[in-house]
């Protein structure tokens, strides 16, 4: 995988759009705060859906885009439930079993929000997926992934008002990558048949 292209993808594609991936990034921040986090995981799938077509059909990011993934909402308030009960067992029995939790729980599951958006899928079967997805050989391909993910995310939400290009362009990276991820399995299927 060559993930200096897939950053300058998203790099581009968050400078192209600067202005609506700003404005789309601040207004799903806020909403998340106003609903004291409950519409996080339901306007996350819908900010992913809106920057996975922004790269797919080159269309702009709107403010709505939030909001269109809201038949989510008790799959994903579910799954977060769960995430967060095992994650603060992992804690409960020591920092490390937290920290592996919360590791397995990011590793495993990062494709699952573009699955259920774009193929929709259901949280079982997206989950599932999002597993093959993310142990397809290379291996090292998935953990340069989350690496990247996570220092884009980290170093954007420790520098002040960094978040609103942060959070874009590690999306972007995400979604890039999900892309040749569905190609590579396409690929694969078209030579088994």
């Known amino acids: 995988m060559d993930f200096k292209e897939h ?10 759009y600067i ?10 921040l806020i909403v998340v705060t106003l609903s004291f986090g409950l519409l996080a995981p339901v306007t996350t799938a819908g900010y992913i859906q809106s920057l996975l077509r922004t790269m797919r059909e080159g269309r702009e990011p709107k403010v ?9 909402f008790f799959p994903l308030l579910a799954f977060g439930i769960l995430a967060a009960l095992a994650s603060a067992v992992g804690f409960i029995l020591l920092i490390l079993p ?3 939790v919360v590791g ?13 958006t774009d193929k929709n899928m259901g949280l079982f ?6 597993w093959c997805m993310a142990v397809r ?6 953990i340069v992934l989350m690496v990247f993910y996570l220092v884009i995310m980290s170093l954007g939400g420790s520098v002040p008002f960094a978040l609103v290009l942060a959070q874009p362009l590690a999306t972007f990276l995400l979604v890039s990558v999900y892309e040749e991820r569905l190609q590579d399995k396409q690929l694969r299927i078209g030579k088994e048949l």
């Open 104 to 116: 397995f729980l990011a590793f495993s599951t990062i494709y699952m929000m573009p699955l259920m």
């Open 98 to 100: 937290g920290i592996f």
């Open 7 to 16: 950053l300058k993808i998203s790099w581009e594609n968050t400078l192209q």
């Open 19 to 28: 202005v609506p991936v700003i404005i789309l990034t601040l207004i799903q």
């Open 137 to 142: 050989k290379p291996l090292r391909d998935q």
């Open 64 to 72: 709505g885009d939030l909001f269109s993934e809201m038949r989510l």
């Open 125 to 130: 079967e997206a989950i599932k997926e999002s």
